[in-house]
């Protein structure tokens, strides 16, 4: 990821904002000391990378999945 001071992002903004669409992110500091990060608004954000699909066909849930040891509980509370 670029690492942009603040001059050089407040001449070049629009070829930044650009490049963040574009799914290129960048960080913008200010006397070395990193202030912002630019992403995109679409980009998903740190840390939460979803997979989707991750265990697809590899898993069944029956049917009856909510009334699964229903009369093992029932039992239970059965004096």
């Known amino acids: 990821m ?10 070049r903004l ?5 490049k963040a669409a ?8 200010k006397a070395g000391k990193p202030m912002a990060r630019v992403t ?3 980009a998903p954000e740190p840390g939460k990378v979803r997979h989707r699909g991750f265990l697809k066909r590899q898993m069944r849930v029956p049917e009856d ?5 229903e009369t093992d ?3 239970s509370f059965k004096g």
């Open 2 to 11: 670029d690492i942009i001071n603040m001059r050089d992002a407040n001449t």
């Open 14 to 18: 629009f070829q930044l904002v650009d």
């Open 22 to 29: 574009k799914g290129e992110p960048f960080i913008i500091s």
């Open 40 to 42: 995109a608004v679409d």
């Open 65 to 69: 999945f909510d009334r699964l040891g």
């Open 73 to 75: 509980i029932a039992d």
